[in-house]
């Protein structure tokens, strides 16, 4: 059962992704102190108390990121603290290995198949080679691709074809099994 309200358990998701993946963002560790405690705190007098920096400053800080697009604020003139929960967390599946991905998203299945992105893809052919389109629709990135076409050589290389025919009567045993659930 989870603790605190909606917005609290928001704040705790973004402060642990937020102190993991603030490099990755763009943020040096002044900006990403300074945000952390402008999220936390409301009270110009307690951010300056926390940071060491004086008003100017942390005003000059906070455009310096709007301009640089690391933060955006919202219709309140706030952080948009959405809009930067999205972006760590799609830096945070960036820099997952794309195995670890597939396997978070199979176990996920299961559970919740409406959530599952990785392993429901579409192969696009292109001007050269083949691209991977998420079920988002959005494309796969490179260094996810380049992760793919290594674990597919792997897969290709140690399989056989009796080891896809054992494979395709277990899947085809999983199907009618649901669909007798049902």
Request: charged letters at 35%.
């Amino acid at each position: 059962m989870s603790k605190g309200t909606p917005n609290e358990q928001l704040l705790a998701r973004l402060n642990k992704k937020l102190l993991r993946y603030h490099r990755h963002l763009g943020l040096n560790h002044q900006q990403y102190v300074l945000l952390n405690t402008f999220i936390q705190y409301d009270d110009i007098e307690v951010i300056e108390d926390i940071t060491g920096f004086k008003e100017e400053k942390i005003i000059a800080m906070l455009e310096e990121m709007m301009k640089s697009h690391l933060i955006d604020l919202n219709e309140e003139n706030e952080v948009d603290l959405d809009h930067l929960y999205s972006r760590l967390e799609r830096i945070e599946k960036e820099m997952t290995p794309i195995r670890d991905l597939l396997v978070q998203e199979y176990k996920k299945f299961y559970e919740q198949p409406e959530k599952r992105t990785y392993g429901l893809v579409e192969l696009i052919p292109m001007t050269k080679g083949i691209g991977v389109r998420l079920q988002d629709g959005t494309m796969m990135s490179l260094k996810h691709v380049r992760e793919l076409s290594k674990e597919l050589l792997i897969f290709a290389q140690s399989t056989t074809d009796e080891d896809i025919k054992q494979m395709n009567l277990r899947f085809s045993k999983e199907k009618e099994q649901g669909k007798e659930k049902k």
